[in-house]
């Protein structure tokens, strides 16, 4: 573990090994604010001068990864999370980061993140805390903005017949916004794909039940892989969406979710994801067999 400043933030820690490097800050969030290759780009988007003025102060979304609450609600998501948070160091390539309570929210995050000794794995454990004095409902939310430029990718549930299986496999929610007619969308038999487009500015978002429990962001041959969980029966929010994407021009998230819980004071509620990267994943052309061929055995090196 090594201080450095990066996105002009002069308190952050890299975590390292011979392979990837993630780094995290301790002067907002808690974020991530890069995953890279060791001598590569960083996957993470970075929007430091982004803003939006909420009537709780000014939002930033700063790029990376960060944590919220669901289900979305303005002004209560947006409360601002520009000042520093306590840190704790857990060992060699571990490090737990939490944020002072939100006065107006009454919650605590905190991230925990930790890096494989080899490899490119990293586990991320969301915490959320209710430091409230009565129950609350939630659900917690783990958001990673990604660098513009590629696609997300998200799975289909596997095909059976008519004959096989007459119920329906799990919902896809659409947002008010939603057009699925947009360019930027590809939705086949194994996959759905949204790619950023500079050009377009109009926002786009789906969410599903993620029964497979990966998401994935493809650019430029370098692969970003999200491993979480799906609990059969459970009541997630948006309609029942555990996984959900995001664009808006080059801007474009990957977004995973919990389970709704309520929450009595002091009690917390975990959410894990673990991520991966690979290099030189180059499909041999856009089709979705080429696709899937290409993705099959880099995901089982995920499990």
Not at 151 to 164: G, K, L, M, N, V
Not at 242 to 263: D, V, W
């Amino acid at each position: 573990m090594e201080k450095i400043s990066y996105l002009n933030q002069p308190n952050c820690y890299r975590l390292s090994n011979e392979t990837v490097e993630a780094v995290v800050t301790t002067d907002i969030g808690p974020r991530v604010i890069r995953y890279a290759f060791r001598d590569g780009e960083n996957i993470l988007g970075e929007v430091p001068d982004a803003s939006i003025e909420t009537p709780l102060g000014e939002w930033k979304p700063w790029g990376g990864h960060r944590l919220w609450a669901a289900p979305e609600a303005s002004p209560r998501s947006y409360v601002p999370d520009n000042t520093p948070v306590e840190f704790a160091a857990q060992g060699e390539r571990a490090i737990v980061l939490r944020q002072p309570t939100e006065s107006p929210t009454g919650i605590q995050k905190e991230l925990s993140i930790t890096l494989a000794d080899e490899g490119s794995g990293v586990r991320v454990v969301h915490r959320i805390t209710n430091r409230n004095l009565w129950s609350i409902t939630l659900a917690p939310w783990a958001l990673t903005i990604m660098q513009g430029g590629g696609e997300a990718i998200f799975p289909q549930e596997p095909f059976r017949s008519w004959d096989e299986c007459l119920t329906p496999a799990r919902p896809l929610v659409l947002w008010h916004y939603t057009d699925l007619s947009d360019p930027r969308w590809t939705i086949g038999p194994k996959f759905i794909r949204l790619r950023t487009d500079d050009a377009l500015a109009a926002p786009q978002k789906i969410g599903i039940a993620n029964k497979q429990g990966w998401a994935a962001y493809l650019r430029g041959g370098t692969l970003y892989v999200k491993r979480f969980g799906y609990l059969e029966g459970a009541s997630y929010p948006d309609y029942g969406s555990n996984a959900e994407t995001y664009t808006a021009g080059s801007f474009i998230e990957i977004e995973s979710l919990a389970p709704l819980r309520q929450l009595e004071p002091d009690e917390s509620v975990e959410h894990e994801e673990r991520w991966y990267l690979f290099r030189d994943i180059l499909p041999a052309d856009a089709s979705e067999s080429a696709l899937d061929e290409m993705l099959r055995p880099v995901l089982s090196q995920t499990r």
